[in-house]
């Protein structure tokens, strides 16, 4: 048996090139915040994408073929304008593959460290830490407390 | 092979189950309680992982049909706008529940005097009262006393906190002059009978790593083990058997490996659900019982109620801590409880605040609703939306229908070939009025608060948390399953103590009140032992 740890991706180059940019279409980056593109959310999005190759391939494939159809080119070859309207198109034609795509770059970016630590917090599961909670204001119930009864007695 | 005859035989761990084989063992009975799920290990729980938001979309999904478990069973819920909610395993779905546990009103007991629908309950709140407080004494209820939206009860642990987003919206009830208060919430906030207390991990709804929160695997079956009780776990009860003269004997099970079992019993109690329970009961059929076991009345799966639920959702200009603290357990409003015509419904609702969303659950909401875009606009759009969200949900008050049914697919099956339940309801006129009012007041709460924008859905379609009235209790056994105190009119060693005994539904959730229904029928039971059947 061999000891060698499989990292062969279910995806082409090709395909995962496609994916690098719809997933930077997304999510862009800015001054605070990295691309869904970024080398290190990107791998994460393929390694939940790959149980569900064959309707990404075949998504990509329509993708393609709408830009070869409309522009005579693949999409890879296309400007940001044409790339633009395109995938605009597709995400409304496309239902499960952009799903997807959508619930995978989502889950994978909101998950990594660098966003996490941007928006203010931990990086880490709620267990064990928890968190802190102020102590509460229980004054504001004054004007409730000073209330009758509100249940019908029988 | 057959196993040892028992005394009584409990179908199910979860919230009643756990609480009926407590009470019951201090008889010193021989009892076996079979589950179809097992004991869940809290180290699995999604709060363990970074990706906790993705797990609760999957094995620990509230839906059975789509969490799709060896443990769990198919439901036929395409003619239903409320899918169902639950969980198969000890402690049942008081696994993933939010933990909120209010009691019933008395005026809960007593619709069809008070407000001319449905029917009342052959027994009050007085009745229930005492067993209420065994159930807190159990559970540990976090709370504060004094509420005027209730008879004076006994809490004992401190309320849960209120952060700022409790605070927020407490402001917006004060601002309008309505009732809110501290939901009693099944939580411990302190260390409470060996549970540590809760540290605010947020999503109570997938299982709480902590154990602070009051799940029957951690509060009543440890007592019950220790007091004799047996739990058998991965036994899935297919049909409960009769003998000749119409009483219960005990049940076929498939056991975990899928092998065809028969255990006997004195006596039986089925505490299953509002789904689990009649989809038994017609399974088991014979020819003393062609339709169903305990269905004479032709009662059993009908009456239906689940809560429908709305849901509103406010938009703040600051930050409100939401991903800290009990989801679902926060502040509640009973203003809108008690039946006034005028609003053009009868019954009536309990608003109960929820706290924020984690980020992705955000980011995914955000993008499917359109509010959030991708592109260029992702990131600003996302700041102004995360964590500054708060809002409620709902739940009304469903009355009771006799087409709301829960009967077996034709088709469907579970991985024992057991015919699977179907669920036929639709909303009533008085709840899509209800929920409309319920809806209409929410945006008008949260608009006081402060948000500057509301988005609001109902029902909620994934709601469907609590399955009541399908073998309802009463004293006439043309129109009722179990008599007052959980008797099949039927048979007479046959009882029954979950939710589907529920005459009506109240306005609130009911898990307190299945407990203390079970409490009461144990005692009930108990007190009878010397002529139970007669």
Same mark, same amino acid.
């Given at each position: 048996m061999s000891d060698i740890v499989s990292t062969d991706s279910p995806f082409t180059q090709e395909q995962k090139q496609t994916l690098a940019i719809l997933v930077d279409m997304m999510i862009p980056a800015n001054d605070v915040m990295p691309s869904a593109a970024d080398p290190d959310i990107f791998s994460v999005i393929l390694s939940y994408l790959a149980d569900a190759a064959e309707d990404i391939g075949? %998504?990509?494939?329509?993708?393609?073929?709408?830009?070869?159809?409309?522009?005579?080119?693949?999409?890879?070859?296309?400007?940001?304008?044409?790339? %633009?309207?395109?995938?605009?198109?597709?995400?409304?034609?496309? %239902?499960?593959?952009?799903m997807q795509l959508q619930i995978h770059t989502v889950s994978s970016y909101y998950m990594n460290d660098r966003v996490l630590e941007a928006l203010g917090l931990e990086a880490r599961p709620p267990f064990p830490g928890g968190y802190e909670m102020e102590p509460s204001d229980w004054s504001l119930l004054d004007p409730v407390r000073a209330r009758e009864k509100i249940y019908r007695e029988i | 092979m057959p196993q040892d005859p028992v005394d009584v035989l409990i179908i199910g761990a979860g919230a009643s189950g756990a609480a009926v084989a407590w009470s019951l063992a201090d008889t010193r009975m021989k009892i076996v309680c079979m589950e179809q799920g097992g004991w869940v290990n809290p180290a699995d729980y999604p709060t363990n992982y970074r990706d906790w938001e993705l797990q609760q979309l999957g094995?620990?999904?509230?839906?059975?049909?789509?969490?799709?478990?060896?443990?769990?069973?198919?439901?036929?819920?395409?003619?239903?706008?409320?899918?169902?909610?639950?969980?198969?395993?000890?402690?049942?779905?008081?696994?993933?529940? /939010?933990?909120?546990?209010?009691?019933?009103?008395? !005026?809960?007991?007593?619709?069809?005097?008070?407000?001319?629908?449905?029917d009342d309950w052959p027994i009050d709140y007085e009745t229930l009262e005492p067993y209420y407080a065994e159930n807190d004494r159990m559970t540990g209820v976090a709370g504060l006393e004094g509420d005027p939206a209730y008879p004076p009860k006994a809490v004992n642990l401190p309320p849960v906190s209120?952060? *700022?987003?409790?605070? *927020?919206?407490?402001?917006?009830?004060?601002?309008?002059?309505?009732?809110?208060?501290?939901?009693?919430?099944?939580?411990?906030?302190?260390?409470? $009978? &060996?549970?540590?207390?809760?540290?605010?991990? +947020?999503?109570?709804?997938?299982?709480? !790593?902590? +154990?602070?929160?009051? !799940?029957?695997?951690?509060?009543?079956?440890?007592?019950?083990i220790r007091n004799g009780v047996e739990v058998r776990t991965r036994c899935r009860v297919s049909e409960i058997t009769v003998n000749a003269k119409g009483m219960a004997d005990g049940v076929i099970y498939f056991d975990e490996n899928g092998e065809e079992q028969k255990q006997q019993a004195e006596v039986v109690i089925v505490a299953g659900n509002g789904v689990g329970t009649p989809r038994l009961l017609l399974n088991s059929r014979s020819s003393l019982f062609p339709d169903g076991l305990a269905n004479t009345s032709g009662l059993v799966g009908k009456n239906l109620m689940f809560h429908p639920y709305a849901y509103v959702e406010g938009l703040f200009n600051e930050p409100l801590g939401g991903h800290k603290g009990p989801g679902g357990c926060c502040i509640w409003s009973q203003e809108f409880y008690e039946t006034d015509r005028s609003r053009g419904y009868v019954r009536g609702y309990t608003m109960e605040m929820t706290r924020g969303r984690g980020p992705i659950a955000? /980011?995914?909401?955000?993008?499917?609703? +359109?509010?959030?875009?991708?592109? $260029?606009?992702?990131?600003?759009?996302?700041?102004?939306?995360?964590? *500054?969200?708060? &809002?409620?949900?709902?739940?009304?008050?469903?009355?009771?229908?006799?087409?709301?049914?829960?009967?077996?697919?034709?088709?469907?099956?579970?991985?024992?070939?057991?015919?699977?339940?179907?669920?036929?309801?639709?909303?009533?006129?008085?709840?899509?009025?209800?929920?409309?009012? !319920?809806?209409?007041? &929410?945006?008008?709460?949260?608009?006081?608060a402060g948000a500057s924008e509301v988005s609001s859905g109902a029902p909620l379609g994934m709601a469907g948390w609590h399955m009541m009235g399908t073998a309802r209790m009463g004293t006439d056994p043309g129109n009722s399953v179990v008599n007052e105190w959980g008797r099949s009119h039927d048979v007479k060693n046959l009882f029954i103590v979950d939710g589907s005994i529920f005459v009506t539904s109240a306005g609130v959730n009911p898990t307190s009140t299945i407990q203390a229904l079970a409490l009461y029928v144990a005692d009930s039971m108990k007190k009878r032992l010397a002529n139970l059947f007669d």
């Open positions: 075949k %998504g990509i494939a329509a993708l393609n073929a709408l830009s070869l159809e409309r522009y005579k080119k693949s999409f890879l070859t296309l400007d940001d304008e044409s790339r %633009g309207a395109i995938v605009s198109d597709f995400m409304a034609q496309y %239902g499960e593959p952009v | 094995k620990f999904n509230i839906n059975p049909n789509a969490r799709d478990l060896e443990t769990d069973y198919p439901v036929n819920e395409d003619e239903s706008p409320i899918k169902i909610a639950n969980f198969n395993g000890v402690g049942g779905s008081t696994i993933l529940w /939010a933990a909120h546990f209010p009691r019933f009103h008395p !005026s809960d007991f007593r619709v069809k005097s008070l407000d001319r629908v449905a209120l952060g *700022k987003l409790g605070e *927020k919206l407490a402001g917006g009830f004060n601002e309008l002059g309505w009732h809110w208060w501290p939901s009693d919430s099944a939580i411990a906030t302190e260390p409470f $009978d &060996g549970r540590d207390k809760c540290v605010n991990l +947020g999503p109570c709804i997938s299982g709480c !790593s902590q +154990g602070a929160k009051a !799940s029957t695997d951690i509060t009543y079956w440890p007592h019950a955000t /980011a995914l909401g955000g993008v499917m609703s +359109g509010r959030i875009p991708w592109g $260029d606009e992702h990131h600003g759009t996302y700041q102004q939306v995360f964590d *500054k969200s708060a &809002g409620m949900v709902i739940i009304c008050e469903d009355l009771p229908e006799l087409h709301n049914t829960v009967t077996l697919d034709p088709v469907l099956v579970d991985s024992n070939g057991i015919p699977a339940p179907k669920i036929n309801y639709t909303l009533s006129k008085n709840s899509v009025k209800m929920l409309e009012h !319920s809806v209409a007041r &929410g945006k008008e709460v949260l608009m006081a």
